[in-house]
């Protein structure tokens, strides 16, 4: 600081020059903080709608988990009642209500205990047999209960018998969001029930999502006000559609918005510090040009220039301290020099005792030292670093900092406490890799941990070995003592199963009771034989809930790597294939897997490969079989149905190889195959005559079906009213909308359009009146019937009278009697096929039939 001598010495400069040049640089200077401070304002707006960004995307990750967990609940009570052989006998085999309500194995107590107001079993004909409304038994229809149709729900659990795969979906029930889990009832693994070969039935759990319901779940998971989203909210962020497309309503919640309180409690304090500048700036301002004015005054009036330059720093200093953060300086040394008193505030320690101390006794990080990132060269000034601390409490912190270098080598930086942020993130990483209820790891984490293990590339030597164990005996724990007795036994087995492995070692569940064990270092059968022995001897003590023994077993299936897989997801399957073995050998005990096990899955893999083969190879056949007049007996056209000639295996018939090629996409190919190919020998036929051929479901979803048929129809010049495509009600139940169009398509074209399988669909009365057929096709089921049921026989004369009505033709399928001919004649219906009158034929067979004559009598 100049001496007074100088100062009084200096030349006079005139006095508004001085004063302008004061004021000019005062007003750059304002300009400056006022920038500085809108920059802060708008910094804090961004902030608080972040703070709001991430509270509703918290919500709704739990509120999704939420609803993801019921969908487990309901799938897990389901498992129990579907796959239980004496469900399969009481509730398939026969009706049996005294079994299921009376006695309440399946009744009443599923409403006063776990609170399902709907259950019902559809029979193999689609027809509800058994109906439970809150505790009630009933004789509702499950569609007109639902107000739906449920047809590709029943198709999909029926699907899943095989592997007791459960369906679960939202719907709208009459305005009300439902969860609807479906399974096919099976004999599970009890040996002494003998399964059938129809269909099966399906039981069908519907849980509402009432006000009472989503309270709870809004209590469990820590959602404020979880509720059914009402129209005016349909359209707002915080919504969890439910069902595809939101089709079954929405859950909507109050989200909290902590950007408020940041607001209300920021926004003031940053307004003061304005004010505080506003002063400071109008008190230099005075000061400056009272000093202009009196420039050669005595060293009195630079005191006060002094004073006020002291004043103006303490104002700046009160502005730093009601930041947020806190504020450190440090010296060459890496020593503290300056802490400010947030620092006390946020992290509970002294500053006197901190102050002289290096930053590195303070601040840690994970990789490298606070000094060592500080002494990097050339460091961009604006990135920061993540650094842990130990508070008061003793209690880990965590805070990301920021520096800057200072012009005598030092550093000066601000500190930002991240410790909720840091905790909150670490939870949800938590919550996706372990289950919420038993804290074991999840699949995700299961795969994580089989992929890194495999990558180690295991030896028959030292293998790794999985065990998937499955509790025996769970299901009357959860029917006597309820789910919460369940749950104690489910954490109580997951505590067992830890102190059984080693620290290398790893279990998961991985669903309702079913756990997998990933065991190291057992080197032969026989010590794979003791720790299934282990864990069965630990899981078969008894459990304690409420005074109660409960006492529950174990079954195990065993696969190892390499010997057996050295995939994750291979493992996995054989180890569950072993799994179901050990249950089909009578429960508590273990089954190491086995090829043979696997013969089926590969010899299905070879069939794929064959057909692909095949089809690119000219093994298919088409055969024919005529379809009659039954009034006169002259045939009017007959259906193409394909066939495999396999090298090996001989004529494989559709029902082996169609499913295949469904799931494979060799549908189009094949199918591209036969429209050809029967349009190319329909073009021969006489002109009276049309040919029929199948369409596929899958075909209405992709493969541009009406481009293909008119392709077939041109290539051939078969006249387009010539070719019949017969189409099952499946279409219209995946995609009403989308098969509308296509088959207002295929009609522009000119082709016919026939429902095969007609009767056995809960909707084909309203596809009739607003799908474009030109027939129908009895189902051969009625007609098998004719002379045993007369309620059969009462179905076709309606179907007929239907037919005539809606100006469509009727055609009856499996005819095989004469008896079958008379009654149809009895009833009208229009044509008819079956073994009776012409088995399918091959080409060559078919157009000596033509040849010979087209009437019933000569064939």
Same mark, same amino acid.
């Given at each position: 600081?100049?001496?007074?001598?100088?100062?009084?010495?200096?030349?006079?400069?005139?006095?508004?020059?001085?004063?302008?040049?004061?004021?000019?640089?005062?007003?750059?200077?304002?300009?400056?903080?006022?920038?500085?401070?809108?920059?802060?304002?708008?910094?804090?707006?961004?902030?608080?709608?972040?703070?709001?960004?991430?509270?509703?995307?918290?919500?709704?990750?739990?509120?999704?988990?939420?609803?993801?967990?019921?969908?487990?609940?309901?799938?897990?009570?389901?498992?129990?009642?579907?796959?239980?052989?004496?469900?399969?006998?009481?509730?398939?085999?026969?009706?049996?209500?005294?079994?299921?309500?009376?006695?309440?194995?399946?009744?009443?107590?599923?409403?006063?205990?776990?609170?399902?107001?709907?259950?019902?079993?559809?029979?193999?004909?689609?027809?509800?047999?058994?109906?439970?409304?809150?505790?009630?038994?009933?004789?509702?229809?499950?569609?007109?209960?639902?107000?739906?149709?449920?047809?590709?729900?029943?198709?999909?659990?029926?699907?899943?018998?095989?592997?007791?795969?459960?369906?679960?979906?939202?719907?709208?029930?009459?305005?009300?969001?439902?969860?609807?889990?479906?399974?096919?009832?099976?004999?599970?693994?009890?040996?002494?029930?003998?399964?059938?070969?129809?269909?099966?039935?399906?039981?069908?759990?519907?849980?509402?999502?009432?006000?009472?319901?989503?309270?709870?779940?809004?209590?469990?998971?820590?959602?404020?006000?979880?509720?059914?989203?009402?129209?005016?909210?349909?359209?707002?962020?915080?919504?969890?559609?439910?069902?595809?497309?939101?089709?079954?309503?929405?859950?909507?919640?109050?989200?909290?918005?902590?950007?408020?309180?940041?607001?209300?409690?920021?926004?003031?304090?940053?307004?003061?510090?304005?004010?505080?500048?506003?002063?400071?700036?109008?008190?230099?301002?005075?000061?400056?040009?009272?000093?202009?004015?009196?420039?050669?005054?005595?060293?009195?009036?630079?005191?006060?220039?002094?004073?006020?330059?002291?004043?103006?720093?303490?104002?700046?200093?009160?502005?730093?301290?009601?930041?947020?953060?806190?504020?450190?300086?440090?010296?060459?040394?890496?020593?503290?020099?300056?802490?400010?008193?947030?620092?006390?505030?946020?992290?509970?320690?002294?500053?006197?005792?901190?102050?002289?101390?290096?930053?590195?006794?303070?601040?840690?990080?994970?990789?490298?030292?606070?000094?060592?990132?500080?002494?990097?060269?050339?460091?961009?000034?604006?990135?920061?670093?993540?650094?842990?601390?130990?508070?008061?409490?003793?209690?880990?912190?965590?805070?990301?900092?920021?520096?800057?270098?200072?012009?005598?080598?030092?550093?000066?930086?601000?500190?930002?406490?991240?410790?909720?942020?840091?905790?909150?993130?670490?939870?949800?990483?938590?919550?996706?890799?372990?289950?919420?209820?038993?804290?074991?790891?999840?699949?995700?984490?299961?795969?994580?941990?089989?992929?890194?293990?495999?990558?180690?590339?295991?030896?028959?030597?030292?293998?790794?070995?999985?065990?998937?164990?499955?509790?025996?005996?769970?299901?009357?724990?959860?029917?006597?003592?309820?789910?919460?007795?369940?749950?104690?036994?489910?954490?109580?087995?997951?505590?067992?199963?830890?102190?059984?492995?080693?620290?290398?070692?790893?279990?998961?569940?991985?669903?309702?009771?079913?756990?997998?064990?990933?065991?190291?270092?057992?080197?032969?059968?026989?010590?794979?034989?003791?720790?299934?022995?282990?864990?069965?001897?630990?899981?078969?003590?008894?459990?304690?809930?409420?005074?109660?023994?409960?006492?529950?077993?174990?079954?195990?299936?065993?696969?190892?790597?390499?010997?057996?897989?050295?995939?994750?997801?291979?493992?996995?399957?054989?180890?569950?294939?072993?799994?179901?073995?050990?249950?089909?050998?009578?429960?508590?005990?273990?089954?190491?897997?086995?090829?043979?096990?696997?013969?089926?899955?590969?010899?299905?893999?070879?069939?794929?490969?064959?057909?692909?083969?095949?089809?690119?190879?000219?093994?298919?056949?088409?055969?024919?079989?005529?379809?009659?007049?039954?009034?006169?007996?002259?045939?009017?056209?007959?259906?193409?149905?394909?066939?495999?000639?396999?090298?090996?295996?001989?004529?494989?018939?559709?029902?082996?190889?169609?499913? =295949?090629?469904?799931?494979? +996409? *060799?549908?189009? /190919? %094949? $199918?591209?195959? &036969?429209?050809?190919?029967?349009? !190319?020998?329909?073009?021969?036929?006489?002109?009276?005559?049309?040919?029929?051929?199948?369409?596929?479901?899958?075909?209405?979803?992709?493969?541009?079906?009406?481009?293909?048929?008119?392709?077939?129809?041109?290539?051939?010049?078969?006249?387009?009213?010539?070719?019949?495509?017969?189409?099952?009600?499946?279409?219209?139940?995946?995609?009403?909308?989308?098969?509308?169009?296509?088959?207002?398509?295929?009609?522009?074209?000119?082709?016919?359009?026939?429902?095969?399988?007609?009767?056995?669909?809960?909707?084909?009365?309203?596809?009739?009146?607003?799908?474009?057929?030109?027939?129908?096709?009895?189902?051969?089921?009625?007609?098998?019937?004719?002379?045993?049921?007369?309620?059969?026989?009462?179905? =076709?004369?309606?179907?007929? +009278? *239907?037919?005539? /009505? %809606? $100006?469509?033709? &009727?055609?009856?399928?499996?005819? !095989?009697?004469?008896?079958?001919?008379?009654?149809?004649?009895?009833?009208?219906?229009?044509?008819?096929?079956?073994?009776?009158?012409?088995?399918?034929?091959?080409?060559?067979?078919?157009?000596?039939?033509?040849?010979?004559?087209?009437?019933?009598?000569?064939?």
């Amino acid at each position: 600081m100049p001496k007074p001598e100088a100062i009084i010495a200096t030349p006079a400069v005139p006095l508004n020059s001085n004063v302008a040049l004061a004021k000019a640089s005062l007003f750059k200077f304002a300009g400056l903080l006022g920038i500085v401070f809108i920059l802060a304002t708008g910094l804090l707006f961004f902030v608080a709608k972040n703070l709001d960004s991430n509270e509703e995307s918290e919500n709704a990750f739990y509120a999704q988990k939420a609803v993801e967990s019921l969908e487990k609940n309901l799938r897990s009570t389901i498992k129990d009642y579907a796959f239980w052989g004496d469900g399969y006998l009481h509730l398939h085999k026969t009706v049996d209500t005294d079994w299921a309500f009376t006695r309440q194995n399946l009744g009443p107590t599923l409403y006063s205990d776990f609170g399902l107001p709907g259950l019902f079993v559809v029979n193999a004909a689609d027809r509800t047999v058994y109906s439970v409304l809150r505790g009630e038994l009933n004789t509702v229809d499950a569609a007109n209960w639902l107000g739906q149709p449920i047809g590709a729900l029943l198709a999909q659990a029926r699907q899943g018998a095989e592997n007791e795969a459960v369906v679960t979906t939202f719907l709208n029930v009459h305005g009300m969001p439902a969860l609807i889990a479906a399974a096919a009832l099976t004999p599970g693994a009890d040996p002494t029930v003998q399964p059938d070969n129809g269909p099966s039935s399906v039981l069908l759990f519907v849980e509402m999502l009432d006000s009472a319901k989503l309270e709870a779940m809004g209590k469990d998971y820590g959602i404020k006000g979880l509720h059914i989203a009402t129209p005016d909210e349909i359209h707002k962020s915080s919504i969890l559609p439910l069902g595809e497309g939101g089709s079954a309503g929405g859950l909507h919640w109050e989200a909290a918005t902590p950007s408020t309180r940041l607001l209300g409690l920021m926004l003031p304090l940053i307004a003061i510090a304005a004010l505080l500048v506003v002063f400071m700036i109008w008190a230099i301002i005075r000061r400056t040009t009272a000093a202009a004015r009196a420039l050669d005054c005595s060293y009195e009036s630079l005191q006060l220039s002094q004073l006020a330059l002291a004043q103006s720093e303490a104002r700046f200093r009160d502005v730093a301290e009601a930041s947020s953060d806190w504020i450190w300086e440090i010296d060459q040394q890496w020593r503290f020099t300056y802490l400010s008193e947030r620092f006390e505030s946020v992290t509970g320690l002294s500053r006197d005792l901190w102050i002289g101390a290096n930053i590195d006794d303070l601040l840690r990080m994970e990789l490298g030292t606070v000094s060592q990132w500080l002494s990097i060269p050339k460091r961009r000034q604006s990135i920061s670093v993540q650094c842990s601390y130990v508070d008061l409490k003793r209690s880990a912190r965590f805070t990301r900092i920021s520096a800057r270098g200072l012009v005598n080598q030092g550093f000066r930086g601000t500190a930002t406490d991240i410790t909720d942020e840091v905790e909150a993130r670490r939870r949800i990483e938590f919550l996706s890799q372990h289950d919420a209820l038993t804290g074991l790891p999840n699949r995700t984490r299961l795969q994580e941990f089989l992929d890194g293990k495999l990558k180690a590339a295991p030896t028959p030597e030292h293998p790794l070995v999985m065990l998937i164990l499955d509790l025996d005996r769970f299901k009357p724990v959860n029917d006597l003592l309820g789910h919460a007795a369940g749950d104690e036994v489910l954490n109580e087995v997951s505590r067992r199963l830890g102190e059984c492995v080693r620290s290398g070692d790893l279990v998961a569940r991985i669903g309702g009771d079913e756990f997998v064990l990933i065991l190291n270092d057992l080197g032969s059968v026989e010590q794979v034989e003791i720790a299934c022995r282990r864990l069965i001897d630990s899981i078969e003590k008894p459990v304690k809930v409420e005074d109660q023994e409960v006492f529950v077993s174990a079954s195990i299936g065993i696969a190892m790597a390499p010997n057996d897989a050295t995939q994750a997801a291979e493992l996995l399957r054989y180890a569950d294939i072993a799994l179901y073995e050990a249950k089909a050998g009578g429960r508590k005990t273990w089954r190491f897997y086995a090829n043979e096990m696997n013969t089926k899955i590969i010899e299905r893999r070879q069939l794929e490969n064959d057909l692909r083969y095949g089809i690119a190879h000219g093994e298919l056949r088409l055969h024919f079989q005529p379809r009659f007049r039954i009034a006169d007996g002259q045939m009017v056209g007959a259906e193409a149905l394909v066939r495999w000639q396999h090298p090996r295996r001989g004529l494989i018939p559709p029902d082996t190889f169609i499913p =295949i090629a469904e799931e494979t +996409g *060799l549908i189009l /190919a %094949l $199918s591209n195959w &036969v429209l050809t190919t029967a349009c !190319e020998r329909a073009a021969r036929w006489p002109t009276n005559l049309f040919v029929s051929v199948n369409l596929s479901p899958t075909e209405f979803q992709r493969g541009n079906l009406v481009e293909r048929i008119g392709v077939a129809i041109t290539t051939t010049g078969l006249q387009a009213q010539r070719l019949e495509l017969e189409v099952t009600e499946s279409v219209m139940l995946e995609d009403a909308l989308g098969a509308l169009e296509v088959m207002r398509a295929l009609k522009r074209i000119g082709v016919r359009l026939s429902m095969d399988d007609f009767g056995t669909g809960y909707s084909s009365l309203s596809y009739l009146r607003s799908f474009p057929f030109d027939g129908l096709k009895i189902d051969r089921s009625f007609v098998s019937r004719l002379g045993e049921s007369e309620e059969d026989r009462s179905i =076709i004369k309606a179907i007929v +009278g *239907l037919g005539r /009505a %809606l $100006s469509l033709s &009727v055609t009856a399928e499996g005819i !095989e009697t004469v008896q079958h001919m008379d009654l149809l004649k009895e009833v009208c219906c229009e044509e008819g096929q079956g073994y009776f009158l012409s088995r399918p034929l091959n080409n060559d067979d078919f157009e000596s039939l033509l040849m010979a004559g087209q009437e019933l009598g000569k064939t």
